[in-house]
């Protein structure tokens, strides 16, 4: 990670997304903001999140594990 690549996926990245896409994250947890990830999900602008790594592991935002269209793994990519 560096200053360059964090929280490449924000709030104002997926505001230029096409239209509901599906995003698979295996690389970085930080590369993504969670919160920006979390409102996207909700409000239908992402469809799907597969993440296989995500921000602060192992903590995992509660928000996030609870939402149905949200697909955890336990970093074994």
Known sequence: MSA????LIS???????K???IL???????LIDTK???QAL??????YAALDVIED???VD???AKLDNVLLTPHVA
């Not at 360059?4 to 929280?7: A, E, S, V």
């Not at 698979?24 to 930080?30: A, E, K």
């Not at 909700?42 to 469809?47: E, L, R, V």
């Open 42 to 47: 909700k409000n239908g602008q992402i469809s």
């Open 24 to 30: 698979i994250n295996v690389s970085r947890g930080g």
């Open 57 to 59: 592991e192992p903590n």
């Open 19 to 21: 239209r509901r896409p």
């Open 36 to 38: 920006a990830l979390v």
């Open 62 to 64: 509660e928000e996030l």
């Open 4 to 7: 360059m690549n964090h929280y």
């Open 11 to 17: 709030s104002d990245s997926i505001a230029q997304m």
